[in-house]
């Protein structure tokens, strides 16, 4: 016998159809649900038990502490892949075979150069403006250089707009540093590969040459495997969202990207750093900020702490916090900060108020700080979020086409004032 799911209102009840994902998650299905009942809809804010789909990409399992893309481990992806690799499969479904991923890599290749006529829109930004504001603004206007909608049912079209996506948006990162800091901007190089280009564009002096850092550049491979997707999240919802209403890869990324910028979300990397810095600033009194997080009359967050599903802890952030100690070590690297987060997590850890609620160190605690080891600025660490998120969103925008759903519209529970009659303006 099929599970349903019951529903019982006013001595009525209805049933419902249940799924059961391949891992064994059980879904209700209640797409019935407000033509059946004549009106009646779910509330959930914040989607905290809604499933707005069904994928294959991503799995995880926030109480065991599991992620896997494709069905394929993290922790063995990460040891064993690169972010190319990993990338294609989370795109296409499979691991590439050597052709297959030479073919990606120089496809990819040949769609980095940008339109000259970006940097005219670039140049009209405020030398201080954030990189993810530029690379969200930037990545909105390629449209108007690539107007044409993309076939999602042809498969070479979907495959070059895929590579042309991977190919500039990196570019685009790198331009908005180099605007932020005053410097020329560089171009893309044929002759280094992905992590090396986004290094030498975004790190090198024109007049200088690049020089591969073997342990900086692997160290970032690793870094971009670990935020390629993260299943439903607030940007990938995003994108989802903003595609099912048939609009562009580009338009899609581009709200993705400002999805991802908030504090609450991508931007923790970066808020993360800020927040040691203060406590450094302020004398170094961890124990004082602790109580500062704990206090509910006080907007403070211990920001890298906490995570909506991981209630146990984040597989990424274990994964990370060993490379970053190999990389801190590799690197000779002693900066004040890390004592600090350090002593935070320490303290953080045994006490009442984060053991009760399940907060523990997340991915962007461990992140902001091997990022600032690697030697890259606060203001880019969101946007090395952004380029290692942007295969998961390609991924899910192009799973969600394929799938045809349908545009995403959800309803709300009307709580404001019910008819009432107009007032002319000298009556108010
Ligand atoms: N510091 C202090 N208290 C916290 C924190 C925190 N970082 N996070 C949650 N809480 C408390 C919260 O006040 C609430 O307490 P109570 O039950 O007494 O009202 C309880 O823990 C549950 O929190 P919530 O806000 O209902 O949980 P949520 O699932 O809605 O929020 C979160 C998840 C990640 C937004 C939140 O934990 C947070 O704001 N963390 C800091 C920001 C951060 O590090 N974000 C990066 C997330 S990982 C990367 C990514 O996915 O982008």
Redesign the pocket.
């Known amino acids: 016998m099929t599970e349903t799911g019951v529903f019982e209102f006013q001595g009525k009840r209805y049933e419902f159809p249940v799924e059961i994902g391949s891992e064994g998650e059980i879904g209700i299905d209640i797409k019935k649900l407000r033509g059946l009942t004549g009106g009646i809809i779910t509330l959930d804010p914040?989607f905290?038990n809604t499933g707005s789909c069904k994928s294959e990409i991503t799995f995880l399992d926030g109480e065991k502490g599991i992620l896997r893309y494709r069905g394929y481990a993290l922790e063995d992806l990460a040891e064993k892949a690169s972010f190319l690799e990993v990338s294609y499969l989370v795109i296409f479904g499979e691991l590439p075979t050597e052709k297959e991923l030479e073919r990606f890599e120089n496809t990819i290749k040949s769609h980095t150069m940008l339109n000259e006529e970006m940097k005219d829109i670039l140049d009209g930004f405020p030398k201080k403006a954030h990189p993810m504001g530029i690379l969200s603004s930037l990545t909105g206007a390629l449209t108007a250089f690539n107007p044409k909608a993309v076939d999602v049912n042809n498969e070479e079209e979907m495959y070059q707009a895929i590579c042309k996506t991977m190919a500039k948006i990196p570019v685009i990162a790198a331009w908005a540093h180099s605007k932020n800091l005053g410097k020329p901007m560089n171009y893309p190089h044929n002759d280094f590969d992905y992590i090396e280009n986004i290094l030498q564009m975004m790190f090198t002096n024109r007049n200088e040459r690049y020089e591969t850092n073997k342990i900086i550049a692997e160290a970032l491979d690793n870094l971009l495997i670990l935020h390629i997707d993260?299943e439903q999240?607030?940007s990938t919802s995003t994108v989802r969202i903003v595609g099912s209403s048939h609009a562009g890869l580009f338009a899609s990324i581009s709200a993705g990207v400002s999805a991802?910028w908030g504090?609450?979300?991508?931007g923790?990397n970066q808020?993360?750093i800020e927040m040691l810095e203060e406590i450094i600033a302020d004398g170094g009194d961890v124990e004082k900020f602790i109580n500062k997080?704990?206090d509910?009359n006080d907007p403070f967050?211990?920001?890298?702490?906490?995570?909506?599903v991981y209630k146990n802890f984040?597989p990424r952030a274990l994964i990370i916090k060993k490379s970053a100690d190999a990389v801190l070590a590799e690197l000779d690297v002693n900066d004040p900060i890390l004592e600090v987060a350090k002593h935070l997590e320490e303290v953080a850890l045994n006490d009442s108020?984060f053991i009760d609620?399940k907060?523990f160190p997340?991915?962007?605690?461990y992140s902001g700080i091997i990022y600032k080891a690697l030697g890259i600025p606060v203001e880019m660490f969101t946007v090395m979020f952004a380029i290692g998120r942007l295969p998961g969103w390609i991924a899910q925008w192009k799973e969600m086409r394929i799938n045809s759903e349908p545009i995403g519209r959800p309803r709300q529970l009307y709580t404001g004032e019910n008819l009432r009659a107009f007032k002319a303006i000298n009556e108010r």
């Open positions: 914040g905290k993260h999240n607030c991802l504090p609450l979300h991508g923790a808020a993360v997080a704990k509910k967050r211990l920001m890298g702490f906490g995570h909506r984040d108020y609620r907060l997340n991915v962007d605690f």
